[in-house]
């Protein structure tokens, strides 16, 4: 596909739709065509399925949970994704299969071996990975200082203790470790804008670099 697949990722707090806007605001003045999205979510279908997962509260076993945001995923993939990707895109995406092995792998499943081989058969089956992820790193302390600020309800990952977070901190460390070409960590404890002249820097850098097949797995 002629597009470029690009996801942001890190833990609540981390100004992932901040980072999102800017990046989607650098593109666009340069003349490409851009399209903001967001996990789970997306598409109407996948909206659905969001606020089922995040404010239903219902409690799921983690592997239906797991199926649940893999049904979103398929269906905004299929939707919106790489439609997007055929006519030439460049896609922008807050969450994707990354935030899975995160959240429900590392933070719910404790990395358990069953529940990881089960996210990355539902990830071979996508058929999609991106092209590029930007993991953004925030302290603890200090992402809870922005959510704060932020105000509005919590969903169910937000009120999550403690331990739960510290566990997805470790599930987006396996990340970055397991495919460092693709995932690249970013400090964000700093103004957005310093850290927006970073990620177009690296964006740049990856649109400028010798094509290849994009985003697939």
Request: aromatic share 6%; net charge neutral.
């Amino acid at each position: 596909m002629p597009g470029l697949f690009i996801t942001f990722e890190g833990g609540e707090g981390a100004g992932k739709s901040t980072q999102v806007r800017h990046l989607a605001a650098h593109l666009g003045a340069t003349g490409h065509d851009v399209v903001c999205t967001r996990e789970p979510g997306g598409t109407p279908g996948a909206e659905a399925l969001r606020d089922f997962l995040l404010f239903g509260g219902h409690d799921l076993s983690l592997r239906a949970e797991i199926l649940g945001h893999f049904a979103a995923r398929f269906d905004h993939v299929d939707r919106l994704v790489r439609p997007a990707l055929r006519r030439g895109a460049i896609v922008l995406c807050d969450r994707f299969v990354d935030s899975t092995l995160a959240y429900q792998g590392y933070g719910q499943g404790h990395a358990d071996p069953d529940i990881l081989d089960l996210i990355a058969a539902l990830t071979a089956r996508l058929g999609l990975m991106p092209d590029l992820t930007l993991v953004l790193a925030v302290p603890r302390a200090r992402a809870l200082e922005r959510l704060r600020a932020r105000g509005g309800a919590a969903d169910r990952y937000e009120s999550a203790d403690e331990s739960f977070h510290g566990r997805v901190a470790d599930g987006f460390a396996a990340a970055i470790r397991a495919q460092p070409g693709r995932c690249l960590p970013v400090p964000a404890d700093r103004p957005a804008a310093d850290v927006a002249r970073d990620v177009a820097s690296l964006v740049d850098a990856r649109l400028a670099a010798p094509p290849q097949a994009s985003g697939t797995v």
